[in-house]
């Protein structure tokens, strides 16, 4: 009788973590896969950013060019050049949640 009510109480808990599971915050997402091309401050400014002449995401300027649509596709699709590909897809690392919180964080870097 104690072994089904294990199992039970152990079925319970981990489907209790699974819905407790919350997305990463957005400066997390960022830092863990954004900064290492656009920079901790969105300027572009790493090796690999120089390389692939990325925008400054805390120019006002630059900001004021892309929509948040165009951000979260990018985000979610990945960016080609002449079918070579400079971003990444996030899709299948990233919720939707997710996405449209890093579009508003990278809406911060804005000076």
Same mark, same amino acid.
């Given at each position: 009788m104690k072994h089904p009510i294990t199992?039970?109480?152990?079925?319970?808990a981990f489907a209790a973590g699974a819905a407790v599971s919350v997305a990463a915050p957005a400066s997390e997402n960022w830092d863990n896969n954004c900064a290492k091309c656009h920079g901790p401050d *969105?300027? *572009?400014q790493t090796k690999v950013g120089k390389k692939l002449k990325?925008?400054?995401?805390?120019?006002?300027?630059?900001?004021?060019?892309?929509?948040?649509?165009?951000?979260?596709?990018?985000?979610?699709? *990945?960016v080609f050049e002449k079918e070579i590909e400079k971003m990444k897809s996030f899709k299948a690392d990233l919720s939707a949640d997710e996405i449209k919180d890093l579009v508003a964080y990278v809406r911060k870097l804005k000076a």
């Open positions: 199992l039970l109480l152990s079925t319970f *969105g300027k *572009g990325l925008k400054d995401y805390s120019d006002a300027v630059v900001q004021a060019k892309m929509t948040d649509e165009e951000m979260t596709k990018a985000i979610t699709d *990945g």
